[in-house]
C-alpha cells in the first residue's frame, strides 16, 4: 500500500501568517492528491483535488501544488475560520490512504 | 442539495455484528462510486472500503477484509456497511463518502454523511 506521511503533525500560527503543510507519498501518485479540512465534530471537508484543483466555493487563499511524491498545502493569509485539521489523501489507487493529518493551531 | 445520511451505529460486544445504512439524496445515486471512511477516537481518518457504481465491484482496507461487506441498494438510494467479527480496534466514527465523477480526476470524496459511531466493548 503507498503510505502517507504529512508534516509537521502540529503547526502553530497567527491570524495573517502563510503557512505550508507538506505530504509526501511512499511512491509516485502522479497528481492523485487531494487535501481535506475538518473540524472538530464535523465531517471532513474537500478543499483541493488533483493536487492544485481548488474546489468550487473553496477561498483562493488556498493553494496546492506538487506532483509524484511531493505535495504542499498552502494558506497564504490564515483566517481564523481556517484553524483546524488538514489530511492529505492519494487517490491513484483503490486502497486510498490518508496522511495523519496536520493540526492548524493558534500561536 | 446532497445529503448522505448514516445510520446504525451504536455499542456492540467484541465479536458481535452490525449494518450500518447511508441514505443519499440530491444526486443520481446510481452513477456514483461510494466508500466508507472511520475514525477512531482522536484518532485521523482512515479509508475503509469503495462499491462501484454498479455495486459489481467491490474493494476493503487489509484491516477489514474478510469481516466486513459493503453493498448498495440503487432502487433504495442506500450504501450498506456488514459489519461481522467486531474488534475492540473496529471503534470509530463511520463515514459515507460519495466519490466525485469517474474518469476525471476528481475521483475524490466530494461529499461526506455526518457520520455514526460505532463502540465494541464489552
Known amino acids: 500500500d503507498i503510505q502517507m506521511t504529512q508534516s509537521p503533525s502540529t503547526l502553530s500560527a497567527s491570524v495573517g501568517d502563510r503557512v505550508t503543510i507538506t505530504c509526501r507519498a511512499s511512491?509516485?501518485?502522479?497528481?492523485?492528491l487531494a487535501w481535506y479540512q475538518q473540524k472538530p465534530g464535523k465531517a471532513p471537508k474537500l478543499l483541493i483535488y488533483?493536487?492544485?484543483t481548488l474546489e468550487s466555493g473553496v477561498p483562493s487563499r488556498f493553494s496546492g501544488s506538487g506532483s509524484g511524491t511531493e505535495f504542499t498545502l498552502t494558506i497564504s493569509s490564515l483566517q481564523p475560520d481556517d484553524f483546524a485539521t488538514y489530511y492529505c489523501?492519494?487517490?491513484?489507487?483503490?486502497?486510498?490512504?490518508f496522511g495523519q493529518g496536520t493540526k492548524l493551531e493558534i500561536k | 442539495e446532497v445529503q448522505l445520511l448514516e445510520s446504525g451505529g451504536g455499542l456492540i460486544q467484541p465479536g458481535g455484528s452490525l449494518r450500518l445504512s447511508c441514505a443519499a439524496s440530491?444526486?443520481?445515486?446510481?452513477?456514483?462510486?461510494m466508500s466508507w471512511v472511520r475514525q477512531a477516537p482522536g484518532k485521523g481518518l482512515e479509508w475503509v472500503s469503495a462499491?462501484?457504481?454498479?455495486?459489481?465491484?467491490?474493494y476493503y482496507a487489509d484491516s477489514v477484509k474478510g469481516r466486513f461487506t459493503i453493498s448498495r441498494d440503487n432502487s433504495k438510494n442506500t450504501l450498506y456497511l456488514q459489519m461481522n467479527s467486531l474488534r475492540a480496534e473496529d471503534t470509530a466514527v463511520y463515514y459515507c463518502?460519495?466519490?466525485?465523477?469517474?474518469?476525471?480526476?476528481?475521483?475524490?470524496?466530494?461529499?461526506w454523511g455526518q457520520g455514526t459511531l460505532v463502540t465494541v466493548s464489552s
Open positions: 511512491q509516485s501518485i502522479s497528481s492523485w
Open positions: 463518502a460519495k466519490r466525485g465523477t469517474t474518469g476525471t480526476t476528481k475521483e475524490v470524496f466530494d461529499y
Open positions: 462499491v462501484k457504481s454498479s455495486g459489481g465491484s467491490t
Open positions: 440530491g444526486f443520481t445515486f446510481s452513477s456514483y462510486a
Open positions: 489523501q492519494q487517490y491513484s489507487s483503490y486502497s486510498y490512504t
Open positions: 488533483a493536487a492544485s
